[in-house]
């Protein structure tokens, strides 16, 4: 009886862990140490979750990301041209086009125009290594070396965000799902062989 008895406070306390308690899973996010920034993270191909000190909060993805996002980051250590954006490009040596979400540094370009093709309009930009970037209208935002430093955010048909380093409170980076699942299993598998340890137990009282 009292083997029964352990064993319900044992789930009871496990399923109270998961639903209630403070881990990983219920956020999938960690917070960068100050070294880890100093070292250069958050990596151009993480989310994040920005912490500002008046309280604000932002959830924002890489511009490489696969899917479309509800806002993109660039984070910024040197003042420069940039562009960001989410369009197409095509090698004029080759002809070979493919898709491309990224930054196109500011160094690279070669020229610049605006387009109407069928009656949308693009910006295109042909760089100085022989490749032609198209983007449709507000698929693309360009960052001047006036605007300094910092993290850039922005959303798709929406203004650019400048967040200055001394305005942030905290960095987290977003865990990978993979990451997240190994820790889970893992979770589960122990207290599985946790739970059939303490079902073979004889405890004083059980008949």
């Known amino acids: 009886m009292k ?9 009871v306390s496990v399923f109270n862990y998961i639903g209630c308690g403070p881990s990983l899973f219920s956020t999938g996010y960690s917070v960068l140490s100050g070294d880890e920034i100093n070292e250069g993270r958050p990596a151009s191909d993480e989310s994040i979750k920005m912490i500002l000190n008046d309280g604000r909060e932002y959830l924002c993805d890489p511009v490489s990301i696969d899917e479309p996002s509800q806002m993109y980051y660039l984070k910024v250590d040197t003042a420069g041209n940039y562009v ?26 070669d020229s610049s125009s ?8 693009y910006t295109i930009y042909w760089t100085k290594d ?3 970037l198209s983007f449709e209208k507000w698929k693309c935002i360009e960052i001047s070396p006036e605007q300094g430093t910092g993290y850039f955010l922005w959303q798709t048909n929406e203004t650019l965000l400048k967040i200055s380093f001394d305005e942030i409170k905290e ?10 699942g190994v820790l889970l299993i893992s979770f589960l ?9 303490m079902s073979s137990l004889d405890l004083p009282g059980d008949n």
């Open 3 to 11: 083997k029964k008895i352990f064993i319900s406070l044992l789930v």
């Open 171 to 180: 960095i987290q980076i977003k865990e990978s799902d993979s990451y997240v």
């Open 189 to 197: 598998v122990a207290t599985a062989v946790l739970f059939a340890i």
């Open 84 to 109: 960001m954006g989410r369009g197409g490009i095509t090698n004029l040596l080759t002809g070979e086009a493919s898709y491309f979400n990224g930054i196109l540094l500011g160094n690279l370009i």
């Open 130 to 132: 022989n490749n032609r």
């Open 114 to 121: 605006v387009e109407i093709i069928s009656s949308q309009e």
